[in-house]
């Protein structure tokens, strides 16, 4: 399985498309609220707080109008990017994979299947020390359609696979931070960065 990623939710051309389309590793999945354990090659961690829908069917070039058929499962997802390091590989006209997706840097919630909950009616809270992100599936439904069409460009989705949509991003996560996330009143994740 693989992990999809549009690095910014808010595309303008086609070039910036390119750039901000990212493949992530199952390596880079930290599960079970596991704690995030920011890496020694890492100085500056910062965090992109999103919302993931779960593939359960092979597809290409996938038209927006049947992007619902392709997935059946939701959950909340945090990226910590090493953003030192990233910068570092921008300087020297570098793929910043590595940065973004290395082993335990994307935390998963429990997904919330769909056929339970339609994505449209789902609250996605996740509260960051003291400040909420609230957003409900039914303001970021057209985004990740529009988005999960451009990436199946590119990628052949497949059975397993993730497809993250960033919404929020955390400048610097340090030791002691903890996120608790929750989709309308359940409990789906918590994380503590030590």
Known sequence: MKILAIEQSILTDTES??????CYPDSSLLRNNDAFYIPNFSKHISASIGIYVCIHKIGKHIHYKYIHRYYNACGIAINFIASDYKELLQKQGLQTDTARG??????????????EIPFADCNFTCTYNSQTYKIQGQQIEDQLYNSFARISEFYTIKIGDIFFLSLWHIP??????????????????HCHVQ
Do not use: R, W, Y
Not at 102 to 115: E, R
């Open 17 to 22: 498309a390119l750039q901000d389309l990212v």
């Open 102 to 115: 290395f082993d335990h840097s994307f935390a998963i919630s429990s997904p919330i299947q769909i056929a």
């Open 172 to 189: 610097m996560v340090t030791i002691g931070d903890i996120f608790e996330c929750h989709i309308i009143s359940k409990h789906v994740l």
